[in-house]
């Protein structure tokens, strides 16, 4: 792919998961990859199995380390590092507080790092880790699907401002994907994402698919399409149809 062969490519949240499938993945097309995650450990032997170089740190902190590693050029950031947090309107605040500034302001803050660069070359590629949830909601996971809400808000706010100066945005926005936030989301999770789950590397593909097709929404999971096209047609009967759900996650014992 002419896109990303030879680009300078960050991956945050890489230590697993979707973001250690889009390092690979990234780096099988040709990119020099910079892998970020709070525990080098966790990255480490990915840089190593990749011919990569692992950043570690903060997410939206590591913008000008990464630059310095990928020779002063980052061509694509995939803001990947994200917060399950499962909860109601009762979770403690400082599990909002946690969702918003991982899912949402680290995008913020990264962006900010990187679009004066990326205006004046005329060009750059914006990747957002989101989720259905942004697109829907997920039953018993406030904090998220309000976060991931605003990651995708954010990503089209990006898109529609930038997109006449050479800046592409991509918004990935799965179901369930077979990672650790999956085990995260507990009975919910089990019982609206478990069984249509999908591997990493799926969530990777359709991120290429999209980049190929310069389409901003990548849905791994294609009904989605559907369900979002539901659910302003007829926000009411969709908002029926998932409180039936969470009627049924309640019965389960939830």
């Not at 991120?207 to 190929?212: H, M, Q, S």
Request: charged content about 20%; overall charge negative; glycine content about 12%.
């Amino acid at each position: 792919m002419s896109a990303v062969q030879g680009a300078g490519v960050v991956v945050t949240g890489a230590g697993g998961g979707i973001g250690a499938a889009l390092a690979r993945g990234f780096a099988d097309r040709g990119a020099r990859v910079v892998v970020n995650d709070l525990d080098e450990a966790r990255i480490k032997p990915l840089a190593e199995e990749i011919g990569g170089v692992a950043v570690a740190g903060d997410a939206s902190r590591i913008v000008d380390a990464a630059r310095d590693a990928l020779d002063g050029t980052v061509d694509i950031y995939c803001a990947n590092a994200g917060l399950a947090s499962p909860g109601d309107v009762f979770a403690d605040e400082e599990v909002w507080a946690a969702a918003w500034d991982v899912n949402v302001m680290a995008h913020v803050r990264a962006a900010g790092a990187l679009l004066p660069d990326w205006l004046e070359r005329g060009s750059g590629r914006f990747v957002t880790t989101a989720s259905a949830a942004g697109l829907l909601t997920m039953i018993g996971a406030a904090p998220y699907s309000v976060t991931k809400h605003g990651a995708v808000a954010f990503a089209e706010w990006l898109s529609l401002t930038y997109r006449h100066r050479g800046v592409k945005v991509h918004a990935i926005c799965p179901q369930g994907v077979r990672t650790d936030m999956l085990t995260a989301a507990g009975s919910a999770g089990e019982l609206v994402l478990a069984p249509g789950a999908i591997e990493p590397e799926a969530v990777a593909g359709a991120l290429f698919d999209a980049i190929a097709e310069d389409r901003f929404l990548v849905l791994p999971h294609p009904e989605v399409a559907g369900y979002y096209q539901a659910r302003s047609k007829d926000t009411d009967r969709w908002l029926g149809s998932m409180n039936h759900l969470q009627q049924k996650w309640e019965e389960t014992g939830a």
